[in-house]
């Protein structure tokens, strides 16, 4: 909400509060003010000038050679380039040393030959936002109107010598989305009168009644409509005082009698929309909700279909409004309108947010209706509005209005005892000083014993139960007048569980070795949504998705991330490394919630280092992928139980993926993209994992030991193993684990011989076995008896044979 400060003065005596002091102590009082704007800071030298002669720039066809009257002796010779300058204007001129937004500064000139003293500026240039500027001067210099005075200060002439606070309201104070609200808060702040504007329309001798007849068939969407008629009005330009107290509530001015209900909204709080009666099509309005598929042009001149869920304001037999939406463009107010029939209704929040979410349709009255208006501003906003076109219209307003009312709302009563307010907000308040308070804002209040009785306005729907009045006492008393105390009673300091700590630990390893986190979507496409799932369960679809490529939850997050590479591969990074902990659902029995696991995932494609110096490039492989893991095991204290083991996968490279394994059971899986599926998405070879986050965090390690530095030497020795092809390193190196018992301490592989020298069908895979025992050195008798056993194991479980 935009509220201007010299319009606020209107109700509200600011005398010795300036903008800044009033935005301090609104945000103190519990409604935060985000921004205080002067409408001309920065701007000096501009005045109102007449155009006494214009003509063709003599070299150039775009520009105007114009002799203007600047209320300073002799005219002065400006060159101006807008398209509707013309002889007889009053305009806006800023002269040879004045200043205008942005520190621009004007100065004598010379435009294809000719003098220029200065510019004649559009609002635009004068710092109004182009979406605020009436169509008429959109593009082109802004005219005043003929009895503003030559040489006067053009900003103050149009209304800009003012401030703008901006309020960040939320939902439940509505209220303040009116000016009037606005004055009842700060009224209430500074303990001063609130001023409402006064009423007085005097009426002609026919009435409303005889024009126009009011039918309610949605009584409960629409308690209350109120009708008025306003004769003989004459569409012209809005006063100026009016234009600008609009913009600066951030709203563009259109005619009076559009700017005079857009008025009566900004003041009041309360939507009105304007007909012309003439093209109406009929004397009767009946509001009903619209047909299946019944349609209607709105403002915008758009087409819209509508459903039995649509409120509508029609003649009778066709809609002419959406109603506290959009009016219609069968019966909009045009340059020919004569006679209004203004409408004032009040529409219930919930039709109207349906109405507005269906057709995408955000106006300043729907966001009014939905967070709710007082209803007992209907009928005295219609009245104000009447009163404002006969003045800025001529109008003539007829007798009466018509009405259709089923509306019974009271204002709600609400008790609170003293005691409560003074345990709940740590004062020592007496009752009178809370009565006092309550009745600065124009709340009803009467006292028995230590008991408030309030009777709450209309307007503040926002109070219904007795905390909300604590609320009002503690934040007008001052928040910072309340006494600073610590809580009273036992507490538990928070701290991290365990599963948290190790889930920080994973991602502060894994940003270590040098991969990047990535947030993505839970939500992902039909086509994508089974890819390198881990579990096969039936896809999970959303009721109202947004998209068909955000339409189901996902059972992988590598889709994802792979799009994350392709996105930045298209942008020439194509070295990248990336990371994500995030939930995969899985779908259950129908009718019941999904099953949430948390997985972790990885993707690495491009350079793994690069050194040009050196020369050195080293590209991403499986090793570099399965050496994290291994880290990130071995951080965990789990790497002892982790086995990997080769694996065919959908979408996965045949040859360079394997399956993890923790204690014999499948936690996910590591590997390389297949190269059809990095083909399709544009990478270079590309590594991903993904695991189940919660068996790895979930799994029991034992206490951390530590042991001494032993005192006795090691004994490495070699083998040589020949086997079949399709026997992996990593079966091989189990069975050397197991059978080499408690002395044999370290095994890895170092060589792999597949040459020419050896049989068809089978190939060489060297491990290096390290021995030793902490308590005594070993003998030659104790590696040959323990080595022998390796040997005989893998001869016997692998048909493995020492290569000679």
Same mark, same amino acid.
């Given at each position: 909400?935009?509220?201007?400060?010299?319009?606020?003065?209107?109700?509200?005596?600011?005398?010795?509060?300036?903008?800044?002091?009033?935005?301090?102590?609104?945000?103190? *009082?519990?409604?935060?003010?985000?921004?205080?704007?002067?409408?001309?800071?920065?701007?000096?030298?501009?005045?109102?000038?007449?155009?006494?002669?214009?003509?063709?720039?003599?070299?150039?066809?775009?520009?105007?050679?114009?002799?203007?009257?600047?209320?300073?002796?002799?005219?002065?010779?400006?060159?101006? @380039?807008?398209?509707?300058?013309?002889?007889?204007?009053?305009?806006?001129?800023?002269?040879? @040393?004045?200043?205008?937004?942005?520190?621009?500064?004007?100065?004598?000139?010379?435009?294809?030959?000719?003098?220029?003293?200065?510019?004649?500026?559009?609002?635009?240039?004068?710092?109004?936002?182009?979406?605020?500027?009436?169509?008429?001067?959109?593009?082109?210099?802004?005219?005043?109107?003929?009895?503003?005075?030559? @040489?006067?200060?053009?900003?103050?002439?149009?209304?800009?010598?003012?401030?703008?606070?901006?309020?960040?309201?939320?939902?439940?104070?509505?209220?303040?989305?009116?000016?009037?609200?606005?004055?009842?808060?700060?009224?209430?702040?500074?303990?001063?009168?609130?001023?409402?504007?006064?009423?007085?329309?005097?009426?002609?001798?026919?009435?409303?009644?005889?024009?126009?007849?009011?039918?309610?068939?949605?009584?409960?969407?629409?308690?209350?409509?109120?009708?008025?008629?306003?004769?003989?009005?004459?569409?012209?330009?809005?006063?100026?005082?009016?234009?600008?107290?609009?913009?600066?509530?951030?709203?563009?001015?259109?005619?009076?009698?559009?700017?005079?209900?857009?008025?009566?909204?900004?003041?009041?709080?309360?939507?009105?929309?304007?007909?012309?009666?003439?093209?109406?099509?009929?004397?009767?309005?009946?509001?009903?909700?619209?047909?299946?598929?019944?349609?209607?042009?709105?403002?915008?001149?758009?087409?819209?279909?509508?459903?039995?869920?649509?409120?509508?304001?029609?003649?009778?037999?066709?809609?002419?409004?959406?109603?506290?939406?959009? @009016?219609?463009?069968?019966?909009?107010?045009?340059?020919?309108?004569?006679?209004?029939?203004?409408?004032?209704?009040?529409?219930?929040?919930?039709?109207?947010?349906?109405?507005?979410?269906?057709?995408?349709?955000?106006?300043?009255?729907?966001?009014?209706?939905?967070?709710?208006?007082?209803?007992?501003?209907?009928?005295?906003?219609?009245?104000?509005?009447?009163?404002?076109?006969?003045?800025?219209?001529?109008?003539?307003?007829?007798?009466?209005?018509?009405?259709?009312?089923?509306?019974?709302?009271?204002?709600?009563?609400? *008790?609170?005892?003293?005691?409560?307010?003074?345990? &709940?907000?740590?004062?020592?308040?007496?009752?009178?000083?809370?009565?006092?308070?309550?009745?600065?804002?124009?709340?009803?209040?009467?006292?028995?014993?230590?008991?408030?009785?309030?009777?709450?306005?209309?307007?503040?729907?926002?109070?219904?139960?007795?905390?909300?009045?604590?609320?009002?006492?503690?934040?007008?008393?001052?928040?910072?007048?309340?006494?600073?105390? &610590?809580?009273?009673?036992? *507490?538990?300091?928070?701290?991290?569980?365990?599963?948290?700590?190790?889930?920080?630990?994973?991602?502060?390893?894994?940003?270590?070795?040098?991969?990047?986190?990535?947030?993505?979507?839970?939500?992902?496409?039909?086509?994508?949504?089974?890819?390198?799932?881990?579990?096969?369960?039936?896809?999970?679809?959303?009721?109202?998705?947004?998209?068909?490529?955000?339409?189901?939850?996902?059972?992988?997050?590598?889709?994802?991330?792979?799009?994350?590479? /392709?996105?930045?591969?298209?942008?020439?990074?194509?070295?990248?490394?990336?990371?994500?902990?995030?939930?995969?659902?899985?779908?259950?029995?129908?009718?019941?919630?999904?099953?949430?696991?948390?997985?972790?995932?990885?993707?690495?494609?491009?350079?793994?280092?690069?050194?040009?110096?050196?020369?050195?490039?080293?590209?991403?492989?499986?090793?570099?992928?399965?050496?994290?893991?291994?880290?990130?095991?071995?951080?965990?204290?789990?790497?002892?139980?982790?086995?990997?083991?080769?694996?065919?996968?959908?979408?996965?490279?045949?040859?360079?993926?394997?399956?993890?394994?923790?204690?014999?059971?499948?936690?996910?899986?590591?590997?390389?993209?297949?190269?059809?599926?990095?083909?399709?998405?544009?990478?270079?070879?590309?590594?991903?994992?993904?695991?189940?986050?919660?068996?790895?965090?979930?799994?029991?390690?034992?206490?951390? /030991?530590?042991?001494?530095?032993?005192?006795?030497?090691?004994?490495?020795?070699?083998?040589?193993?020949?086997?079949?092809?399709?026997?992996?390193?990593?079966?091989? *190196?189990?069975?050397?684990?197991?059978?080499?018992?408690?002395?044999?301490?370290?095994?890895?592989?170092?060589?792999?011989?597949?040459?020419?020298?050896?049989?068809?069908?089978?190939?060489?895979?060297?491990?290096?076995?390290?021995?030793?025992?902490?308590?005594?050195?070993?003998?030659?008798?104790?590696?040959?008896?323990?080595?022998?056993?390796?040997?005989?194991?893998?001869?016997?479980?692998?048909?493995?044979?020492?290569?000679?």
């Amino acid at each position: 909400m935009y509220v201007s400060y010299k319009w606020l003065q209107d109700y509200v005596d600011l005398t010795g509060v300036s903008p800044d002091e009033l935005a301090e102590k609104i945000t103190k *009082s519990g409604i935060e003010v985000e921004g205080v704007e002067t409408l001309n800071e920065g701007i000096s030298g501009v005045v109102v000038g007449y155009v006494l002669e214009r003509e063709k720039h003599p070299d150039a066809d775009k520009l105007n050679k114009c002799q203007v009257d600047i209320g300073a002796g002799e005219p002065v010779q400006i060159i101006c @380039g807008a398209p509707n300058v013309d002889k007889g204007q009053k305009v806006a001129v800023a002269t040879v @040393g004045a200043v205008l937004p942005g520190n621009f500064k004007i100065k004598k000139a010379k435009l294809r030959g000719e003098v220029s003293n200065g510019m004649i500026c559009s609002l635009q240039e004068l710092g109004f936002e182009s979406k605020l500027v009436a169509k008429e001067y959109s593009e082109g210099i802004y005219v005043f109107p003929e009895d503003t005075e030559i @040489g006067t200060n053009a900003l103050d002439q149009l209304f800009r010598d003012d401030q703008v606070l901006e309020l960040g309201l939320t939902p439940n104070r509505a209220d303040c989305q009116s000016m009037l609200g606005v004055a009842y808060e700060v009224g209430a702040i500074l303990g001063r009168e609130v001023k409402l504007p006064q009423t007085e329309v005097k009426t002609g001798t026919e009435k409303a009644a005889d024009y126009i007849k009011v039918t309610v068939d949605a009584k409960e969407d629409n308690p209350l409509y109120v009708a008025k008629v306003i004769k003989n009005v004459t569409i012209k330009p809005s006063p100026l005082w009016m234009q600008a107290r609009l913009t600066a509530a951030g709203i563009r001015p259109h005619n009076n009698v559009v700017d005079i209900t857009n008025y009566i909204l900004i003041e009041y709080g309360q939507p009105l929309h304007a007909f012309d009666y003439d093209r109406l099509g009929s004397k009767e309005i009946v509001v009903r909700r619209a047909a299946d598929g019944e349609e209607m042009l709105t403002l915008d001149n758009a087409k819209r279909k509508l459903t039995a869920d649509h409120l509508v304001i029609t003649n009778g037999q066709v809609p002419v409004a959406l109603a506290g939406v959009m @009016g219609g463009a069968n019966s909009e107010v045009q340059a020919n309108t004569t006679t209004v029939l203004l409408e004032s209704a009040y529409f219930t929040g919930g039709t109207i947010r349906k109405s507005s979410k269906d057709h995408g349709l955000r106006s300043e009255a729907s966001s009014r209706y939905e967070k709710g208006v007082d209803p007992h501003r209907a009928r005295p906003a219609a009245e104000r509005a009447a009163q404002l076109l006969a003045e800025y219209a001529g109008g003539e307003v007829l007798e009466g209005s018509v009405e259709a009312d089923h509306l019974s709302v009271e204002p709600a009563v609400v *008790s609170v005892d003293i005691n409560k307010i003074n345990r &709940l907000l740590g004062t020592e308040l007496s009752v009178q000083q809370a009565a006092d308070i309550l009745n600065r804002l124009q709340f009803s209040t009467s006292v028995d014993g230590g008991e408030l009785t309030v009777t709450v306005p209309t307007r503040r729907g926002d109070i219904t139960i007795e905390e909300d009045l604590i609320e009002e006492v503690g934040r007008l008393y001052g928040y910072d007048n309340l006494a600073t105390t &610590l809580p009273i009673g036992s *507490s538990t300091p928070g701290h991290l569980s365990d599963y948290q700590k190790k889930r920080r630990m994973v991602r502060g390893f894994l940003e270590g070795a040098g991969l990047y986190q990535a947030v993505t979507y839970s939500l992902t496409s039909e086509e994508k949504s089974l890819q390198f799932a881990m579990e096969a369960r039936t896809p999970i679809k959303l009721a109202m998705p947004m998209s068909e490529e955000r339409s189901i939850l996902r059972l992988s997050i590598i889709p994802h991330l792979l799009e994350v590479l /392709k996105y930045n591969a298209a942008r020439q990074n194509d070295s990248l490394a990336i990371y994500e902990t995030g939930s995969v659902f899985l779908s259950t029995d129908e009718g019941d919630l999904p099953e949430e696991k948390e997985h972790l995932s990885a993707a690495v494609t491009g350079l793994w280092e690069t050194h040009p110096w050196q020369g050195e490039k080293k590209p991403v492989d499986f090793f570099v992928l399965k050496g994290i893991l291994e880290g990130l095991f071995s951080k965990l204290g789990i790497l002892d139980s982790i086995e990997f083991r080769k694996l065919e996968k959908e979408g996965m490279h045949p040859g360079r993926t394997a399956e993890v394994l923790l204690a014999g059971i499948s936690i996910g899986f590591v590997g390389q993209i297949h190269p059809k599926v990095e083909k399709e998405l544009d990478l270079k070879e590309t590594y991903v994992f993904e695991l189940s986050l919660k068996a790895i965090l979930a799994e029991e390690v034992a206490p951390l /030991k530590y042991e001494a530095i032993p005192r006795y030497p090691s004994i490495t020795r070699d083998i040589a193993l020949v086997v079949d092809k399709t026997t992996t390193a990593g079966e091989l *190196s189990t069975i050397i684990k197991d059978a080499g018992g408690k002395l044999l301490k370290d095994v890895n592989v170092f060589d792999l011989y597949e040459g020419d020298r050896m049989e068809p069908g089978k190939k060489s895979i060297a491990f290096s076995l390290k021995y030793f025992d902490p308590e005594r050195t070993l003998t030659d008798e104790d590696i040959v008896k323990a080595h022998d056993k390796v040997l005989d194991a893998v001869k016997e479980k692998a048909g493995a044979v020492l290569r000679g």
